[in-house]
């Protein structure tokens, strides 16, 4: 009687295992798909970039540093691995391309030109996506991390070797301190 009690208690931590473990592979997989997903989208964007720097040079915009700025913005987004690099990477080419908006600000021609219009509209689409994109993964992310960190997962986890995946950087509403004030 003993020996069956103990084989089933072997057998039941046995199979919590390995249904921890599974959930653990499964919350792992959809990070990789959420990372995949942002990837996708800022590759997107990237290729986009020498085509919107091309047409402000056609148009004889002489603002050298800006297009400069956001070729190696472009550049460092293209070579950051990993989601902390790509969301450092990924705010310089933003501040590039809100100085080259700017830029544009400044040339009539360009502002109204088919070309300059039909990438930025494009890149305000992208500029969603990548939104939309950034939340599943940081959802994915946070749903993995805090498996691995609860009872009895953390058991698992760390000796199966599940590390903790790494946040992509969160949307602007989400870096603005909520205010405190009290009816002033």
């Not at 599940?162 to 405190?180: G, H, I, L």
């Amino acid at each position: 009687m003993t020996a069956v009690l103990v084989a089933g208690l072997v057998v039941a931590l046995l199979a919590l295992v390995a249904l921890t473990y599974n959930r653990l592979v499964a919350d792992r997989n959809k990070v990789a798909d959420g990372w995949a997903g942002i990837d996708v989208q800022l590759t997107r964007r990237a290729e986009l970039v020498p085509n919107l720097v091309a047409t402000v040079e056609g148009a004889r915009v002489h603002e050298r540093e800006v297009t400069e700025a956001v070729t190696a913005a472009r550049t460092a987004l293209v070579d950051a691995e990993g989601p902390a690099r790509n969301g450092v990477a990924d705010d310089l080419l933003e501040s590039a391309l809100r100085q080259l908006y700017a830029v544009a600000e400044a040339y009539p021609d360009l502002k109204t030109s088919r070309n300059f219009l039909a990438l930025q509209e494009e890149l305000s689409t992208l500029e969603e996506d990548i939104s939309f994109a950034r939340r599943y993964y940081n959802a994915t992310v946070e749903r993995f991390n805090t498996r691995q960190q609860s009872f009895p997962a953390m058991l698992v986890a760390g000796p199966l070797g599940f590390t903790p995946a790494e946040f992509f950087k969160a949307d602007a509403a989400d870096r603005v301190a909520p205010s405190a004030e009290f009816g002033r």
